[in-house]
């Protein structure tokens, strides 16, 4: 009896370095193959008729293991019906003149469907259009080569790094889809970056200049509270909520009132809006519920901030446009010349309060805001018995942003760690 095959996580198959095939369990037969150069893609080891064959199922972590499991069952479910996809996809693939424009295409419709945001798919579209396929588009995907790569990305290494960095991950992706297609039969990716790229640009860290998104100084904060709370509309109760919770814009524009639990006083996002694909409770100030209990419900929708469609969530433009048409400027940064505040830039400002004007810690500060903390053990410690700590926070912030300057600094001295 054949031995059974340990079954992997999604963690567990992250940290599959090592060149080679790594079985991964569940379906049997699903291997995730690690080449020389570092890319990795699914390959499923079967048999049909008298003949082993070895079906590609697409690159890793652009099909994820949920996906891999999927493909697998379907591909062997193909084989018992007496079907083998390995010839079939090669009569497609005779049929179709697989330019990178046309497996990019592909790429994108194939794996529309795992992405949480529906702007993923527009944005990986405007950027090859713009950068890529000018110069790669109509080439056929086996002759791509790093010197092709490289005309596309090196023009802009220097002034456009983070998104010519995305481009070149994104034509990465698209030529590992191919290679998992028997579609380059060298099997060789031009667009990886470990041992191939790295040797001739500098790396992304070198050159990428950080530029955060413009903040309110914290000692305007009061003042641009409550000049946002003059403004009427959905849209100024959307932003004071965002700036009050410290949250992303796109989790309060879309939030729901099934997420709220005013009882509890705690707004659960699920892992599906987070970018860090992790649930987040969020402790609630009795600014924010008081805020909650103020906002119209609208009948046939269980969005709190619809748009004008009230099945919609309200855009995240609205929030800018609140910003500049109050002109709320941002605290002044090096040499950049004044610039109106941002909806995001808002949690920096949480950020540089907790850290300057209280004693509650910058670990507490990023658990709050639903970011990485760097130590792991502290991170699980954060978001589980630290929960009452942090409503601490949320509450000491709303008390901050409802206080004019000159008499809210003893007050926050005093806060316990």
């Given at each position: 009896?054949?031995?059974?095959?340990?079954?992997?996580?999604?963690?567990?198959?992250?940290?599959?370095?090592?060149?080679?095939?790594?079985?991964?369990?569940?379906?049997?037969?699903?291997?995730?193959?690690?080449?020389?150069?570092?890319?990795?893609?699914?390959?499923?080891?079967?048999?049909?008729?008298?003949?082993?064959?070895?079906?590609?199922?697409?690159?890793?972590?652009?099909?994820?293991?949920?996906?891999?499991?999927?493909?697998?069952?379907?591909?062997?479910?193909?084989?018992?019906?007496?079907?083998?996809?390995?010839?079939?996809?090669?009569?497609?693939?005779?049929?179709?003149?697989?330019?990178?424009?046309?497996?990019?295409?592909?790429?994108?419709?194939?794996?529309?469907?795992?992405?949480?945001?529906?702007?993923?798919?527009?944005?990986?579209?405007?950027?090859?259009?713009?950068?890529?396929?000018?110069?790669?588009?109509?080439?056929?995907?086996?002759?791509?080569?790093?010197?092709?790569?490289?005309?596309?990305?090196?023009?802009?290494?220097?002034?456009?790094?983070?998104?010519?960095?995305?481009?070149?991950?994104?034509?990465?992706?698209?030529?590992?889809?191919?290679?998992?297609?028997?579609?380059?039969?060298?099997?060789?990716?031009?667009?990886?970056?470990?041992?191939?790229?790295?040797?001739?640009?500098?790396?992304?860290?070198?050159?990428a200049k950080t530029v955060n998104h413009p903040a309110v100084h914290i000692d305007e904060a009061h003042s641009a509270m409550e000049r946002i709370k003059s403004s009427q509309g959905v849209g100024s109760l959307c932003l004071q909520f965002v700036i009050l919770t410290a949250a992303r814009t796109s989790e309060g524009t879309s939030a729901t009132w099934n997420e709220i639990d005013l009882t509890g006083k705690t707004w659960t996002i699920p892992a599906a809006k987070m970018k860090g694909g992790r649930v987040h409770r969020v402790p609630l100030?009795?600014?924010?519920?008081?805020?909650?209990?103020?906002?119209?419900?609208?009948?046939?929708?269980?969005?709190?901030?619809?748009?004008?469609?009230?099945?919609?969530?309200?855009?995240?433009?609205?929030?800018?446009?609140?910003?500049?048409?109050?002109?709320?400027?941002?605290?002044?940064?090096?040499?950049?010349?004044?610039?109106?505040?941002?909806?995001?830039?808002?949690?920096?400002?949480?950020?540089?309060?907790?850290?300057?004007?209280?004693?509650?810690?910058?670990?507490?500060?990023?658990?709050?805001?639903?970011?990485?903390?760097?130590?792991?053990?502290?991170?699980?410690?954060?978001?589980?018995?630290?929960?009452?700590?942090?409503?601490?926070?949320?509450?000491?912030?709303?008390?901050?942003?409802?206080?004019?300057?000159?008499?809210?600094?003893?007050?926050?001295?005093?806060?316990?760690?």
């Amino acid at each position: 009896m054949p031995k059974k095959v340990k079954e992997l996580t999604a963690i567990e198959v992250k940290r599959l370095v090592i060149p080679g095939f790594h079985s991964v369990g569940t379906v049997p037969g699903l291997a995730l193959q690690v080449t020389d150069a570092g890319s990795r893609s699914w390959v499923l080891r079967t048999t049909i008729g008298t003949r082993r064959r070895d079906v590609g199922l697409g690159g890793y972590p652009g099909v994820t293991l949920a996906m891999a499991h999927e493909s697998a069952r379907v591909v062997i479910a193909e084989v018992k019906a007496g079907i083998d996809p390995v010839l079939r996809r090669r009569e497609v693939r005779d049929h179709i003149e697989w330019t990178f424009e046309t497996c990019a295409t592909a790429y994108i419709v194939s794996h529309r469907a795992g992405w949480k945001n529906a702007k993923h798919a527009q944005q990986w579209t405007n950027t090859l259009v713009t950068y890529a396929y000018p110069l790669i588009g109509k080439k056929h995907i086996k002759d791509i080569t790093k010197a092709d790569v490289i005309r596309v990305i090196e023009p802009h290494w220097l002034t456009k790094n983070e998104t010519i960095n995305r481009v070149r991950n994104r034509i990465e992706l698209v030529i590992d889809w191919a290679v998992a297609r028997e579609l380059r039969p060298d099997g060789r990716n031009p667009a990886s970056w470990k041992a191939n790229l790295d040797q001739s640009l500098p790396a992304p860290s070198k050159v990428a200049k950080t530029v955060n998104h413009p903040a309110v100084h914290i000692d305007e904060a009061h003042s641009a509270m409550e000049r946002i709370k003059s403004s009427q509309g959905v849209g100024s109760l959307c932003l004071q909520f965002v700036i009050l919770t410290a949250a992303r814009t796109s989790e309060g524009t879309s939030a729901t009132w099934n997420e709220i639990d005013l009882t509890g006083k705690t707004w659960t996002i699920p892992a599906a809006k987070m970018k860090g694909g992790r649930v987040h409770r969020v402790p609630l100030s009795q600014a924010a519920i008081d805020l909650l209990i103020s906002v119209p419900r609208f009948t046939g929708s269980d969005l709190i901030f619809p748009g004008l469609k009230i099945t919609n969530p309200l855009s995240d433009m609205t929030l800018t446009s609140i910003l500049r048409r109050l002109k709320i400027m941002a605290a002044p940064v090096d040499d950049h010349p004044a610039r109106v505040a941002t909806t995001h830039g808002f949690r920096s400002t949480f950020g540089d309060w907790v850290v300057e004007r209280t004693t509650f810690g910058q670990s507490l500060a990023m658990a709050s805001i639903a970011h990485k903390v760097v130590n792991d053990s502290d991170g699980a410690y954060l978001r589980g018995t630290l929960f009452d700590k942090r409503r601490e926070v949320m509450t000491a912030w709303a008390g901050f942003l409802a206080t004019p300057p000159a008499n809210n600094v003893l007050q926050f001295k005093s806060a316990t760690a």
